[in-house]
């Protein structure tokens, strides 16, 4: 079976996770600062608090903005159920919005009418690698936080996603753009907003007592992190060479190619199609040995009981996502496209 995701990991990955091993400094150290470092000035902004997943990047980052119980957080529905959560962490109430049909990204015209006096904040993920409306949600005046968890690498206008928003959050799970395990970073161009942060990350030895979180991230990650940044280029040039494969050979059969538009470049955390029946493709590609999911499990409107998300709705009945990830082989790739065809003329 040819997984969904997959990590991509070298010997220079075990060995920089072994130095640290053999240091005995396992715990958040230099290598964590040179992983805030490096990806600060890669991403072209003055701070980053490397913590210990995407989803306490979202908390801490709104935590910062001061938000709590009677404010509103705005975010889109087609997300998975952590921008939700860490809204909720803060006992603030998340507003949701549609999505745009083409790419994915939130619906910056519906986002304008949700906004009320409460609006203290709106979370902007770009989906499945592709920047979201970054100018036009600026426009409005609200704190923007860009959520670049699918996102490392990608460019708006030219400069890297996550450079745009009073903060951004990354995640480095397993099977993201570059992998730790488990991991994250806030990223800040505000210095009072990531002291805030590196206070709320570490509990001990404070001066004044305040509730604060376990967030830090560990050296043994933090090393893996760094070996990985040093092949992003090369991971996202392998994402977008199987994804011009995919553009030629699924277009052959018949799929929308994905929208990208020309202010800005997709660097395919996810390769998406749109079918007739999600459900029924995903099981026929499973049969043919390719492990195949929906993009997003459940919209957030479904989660909440709320109406009125047609857009959402439709492409999350459609919404396909098939295997893209740099370690995928020549053959796997094959037999990855000749399994799309097989399932897509027994779907029809
Ligand atoms: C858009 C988005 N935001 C936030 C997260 C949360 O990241 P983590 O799993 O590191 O908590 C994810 C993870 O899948 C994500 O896809």
Redesign the pocket.
């Known amino acids: 079976m040819i997984p969904h995701s997959r990590p991509t990991l070298d010997q220079t990955d075990y060995e920089n996770v072994l130095h640290v091993l053999r240091s005995g400094n396992l715990v958040q150290g230099e290598q964590v600062c040179g992983l805030e470092d490096t990806l600060s000035a890669l991403i072209g902004v003055s701070g980053g608090v490397a913590v210990s997943?995407?989803?306490a990047a979202?908390h801490l980052a709104l935590l910062s903005l001061g938000i709590q119980k009677g404010d509103e957080v705005i975010l889109p529905s087609f997300?998975?159920s952590?921008?939700l959560n860490a809204i909720r962490y803060t006992g603030a109430e998340p507003v949701i919005t549609d999505v745009d049909r083409h790419t994915f990204n939130i619906d910056v015209h519906d986002l304008k009418r949700r906004i009320t006096p409460k609006t203290k904040a709106v979370i902007v993920?770009h989906m499945f690698g592709l920047p979201a409306d970054v100018d036009d949600i600026k426009s409005f005046g609200i704190p923007v936080i860009e959520?670049c968890?699918?996102s490392l690498g990608s460019r708006y206008k030219g400069a890297y996603t996550g450079s745009f928003g009073d903060l951004s959050i990354f995640?480095f799970?397993a099977t993201k753009m570059i992998a730790t395990g488990?991991g994250?970073m806030v990223f800040s161009n505000n210095e009072s907003l990531t002291e805030i942060i590196r206070d709320f990350r570490d509990y001990d030895e404070k001066e004044h007592y305040n509730v604060r979180y376990n967030y830090k991230m560990t050296d043994i990650q933090a090393a893996l992190g760094i070996s990985q940044l040093n092949k992003l280029s090369f991971f996202i040039e392998k994402r977008k060479n199987i994804a011009d494969i995919y553009h030629h050979e699924c277009q052959n059969c018949g799929f929308e190619p994905p929208v990208v538009p020309s202010d800005r470049d997709h660097i395919y955390y996810r390769y998406v199609l749109l079918l007739d029946h999600a459900d029924q493709f995903i099981d026929k590609m499973t049969k043919e040995g390719v492990a195949c999911r929906r993009p997003v499990f459940k919209p957030l409107h479904r989660y909440l009981s709320l109406s009125g998300y047609d857009t959402t709705d439709w492409l999350w009945k459609r919404a396909v996502s098939i295997p893209i990830y740099p370690s995928l082989t020549d053959n796997e790739i094959s037999k990855i496209i000749e399994a799309v065809k097989l399932a897509r003329s027994k779907h029809v």
Do not use: M
Request: glycine fraction near 12%; aromatic fraction near 6%.
């Open positions: 997943s995407g989803t979202l997300v998975c952590a921008p993920p959520d968890a699918q995640s799970y488990e994250g």
